[in-house]
């Protein structure tokens, strides 16, 4: 029998390249893969259903099916995962110089349901203590107008959004229209070195690792999901999948911790990859797939977006993902 040929589109990811180089190949199947950024792969999937297994934002997935849009189901992988303290982008001038002085203000976001703001709001109010409801908030593309939300919301009372589809936030926060900016990309004047814009948290991976330390929360950004029609027509296809992703994964990082040769163009590269294998994995698996080692950052985002609206009801992690692909087989 022939292999089931499969698209897949992704981002161009270390620890997914082995399957897109063909050097790990599903258990019967002839995957494809494309690599687009994000924003296209998440628009063209989720909108248009281009291809049957692609990357997706956890955020526009959980709205989704909260929703009871069931198109898409996903497996418990992971390929990108950001803390997002680096996320939040002020004036040099400006009034906010700590996170505390948002509340009051104005603050834009690309999305209300971009995965990135999801945590970045969460952080605001379990760790920093601010009601959302206390802030103004703007949403528009972050360098380009025109940007739209994709999920449809079910806002909290007192929460203002306001949509400025002519303007971008880049522009907006440059012209102190607004306070603050939260985006996974950033403002292309920040990006240009212009020292009128400056992060929140100049040393963001020092916060980071003190709320990562609080709190337990590795911050995941996108998962992987399968067109609901091929899975239903072909369930065995998640577990192979999952255990493809898997293989890739494993052979990434053992590329980062070969100290024979450089991988990847970073000086002291090895002894950074063994300092996260110590701080943030603590001896166990790097970069977890699953859903056991995945529960405590799952739980706080569900909750997260379903208190911020995004979700129309809470999920549980359970929900969320093919039961092919959380067995666990033991021999």
């Avoid at 897949?8 to 019967?28: C, E, I, M, T, W």
């Avoid at 494309?34 to 281009?50: P, T």
């Avoid at 603050?180 to 100049?202: E, H, M, N």
């Avoid at 998962?223 to 494993?250: H, P, Q, S």
């Amino acid at each position: 029998m022939a292999d089931l040929e499969l698209t897949g589109a992704f981002g161009d990811y270390d620890h997914l390249r082995d399957l897109a180089l063909g050097r790990v190949r599903p258990n019967g199947i002839a995957l494809r893969v494309l690599n687009f950024n994000v924003e296209e792969i998440f628009f063209r999937f989720h909108d248009r259903g281009e291809w049957e297994v692609s990357e997706l934002s956890m955020g526009m997935y959980c709205s989704a099916r909260s929703r009871s849009d069931d198109r898409f189901i996903a497996l418990p992988v992971f390929p990108s995962r950001v803390f997002r303290h680096s996320a939040f982008y002020v004036r040099a001038d400006g009034p906010i110089q700590r996170p505390e002085d948002l509340a009051g203000r104005t603050v834009g976001v690309p999305q209300w349901s971009q995965t990135a703001t999801i945590y970045a709001r969460g952080f605001l109010s379990d760790t920093v203590g601010i009601t959302l409801a206390s802030i103004r908030w703007v949403q528009a593309g972050v360098n380009d107008p025109g940007r739209d939300e994709p999920s449809t919301l079910k806002l909290p009372a007192g929460i203002e959004l306001v949509s400025m589809p002519d303007c971008s936030l880049n522009d907006l926060l440059l012209d102190g229209r607004i306070d603050a900016l939260i985006s996974a990309r950033p403002p292309k004047a920040f990006t240009a070195g212009d020292p009128r814009l400056v992060r929140l948290f100049p040393d963001y991976p020092a916060a980071e690792a003190a709320y990562f330390a609080k709190t337990g929360i590795f911050p995941i950004m996108h998962t992987v999901a399968i067109r609901r029609d091929i899975y239903e027509a072909n369930r065995w296809i998640a577990r192979n999948l999952y255990l493809a992703f898997e293989e890739a994964k494993a052979r990434s990082l053992a590329r980062l911790g070969d100290l024979t040769a450089a991988h990847v163009p970073l000086p002291w590269g090895v002894d950074l990859f063994e300092r996260a294998e110590r701080s943030v994995f603590k001896g166990g698996p790097f970069w977890p797939y699953g859903l056991a080692p995945n529960r405590v950052t799952l739980e706080a985002f569900l909750r997260f977006a379903h208190e911020q609206g995004v979700c129309h009801r809470r999920l549980a992690p359970e929900e969320l993902f093919a039961p092919e692909a959380l067995a666990e087989i033991r021999v």
